[in-house]
Nanobody, 116 residues
């Protein structure tokens, strides 16, 4: 199983930007695809964005136009560029493989806190 490692979170003001990264060995070579999720305190996990192994990008409605998912296959890393952050984006962000054949161990995630 692959250990997911997320980085890049922080405490920012509304309107600021952050870039999250998720490193997962084998992501590119095994054509796993990747998804970002987030979970705010006391709330259910929410899907945020995905990138398939063919490069198709999708986003949840609330982040469209503000978040951009991308990949660096040479580094087995997926990024989530977030601009125009809002207090409602406050959550712990996690990454997971899209493909069920790609086994992984969930990482600790990275906390994003946006104050108004």
């Amino acid at each position: 199983q692959v250990q997911m490692t997320e980085h890049g979170g922080g405490s920012v003001q509304a309107g600021d930007s952050l870039r999250l990264s998720c490193t997962a060995p084998g992501f590119a070579s095994n054509r796993c695809g990747m998804a970002w999720y987030r979970q705010a305190a006391g709330k259910q996990r929410e899907w945020v964005s995905s990138i398939t192994n063919s490069g198709s990008l999708t986003y949840t409605e609330s982040v469209k136009g503000r978040f951009t998912i991308s990949e660096d296959k040479d580094k087995d890393t997926v990024y989530l560029q977030m601009v125009g952050l809002k207090p409602e984006d406050t959550a712990r962000y996690f990454c997971e493989f899209l493909s069920g054949r790609c086994l992984f161990v969930r990482g600790q995630g990275t906390q994003v806190t946006v104050s108004s």
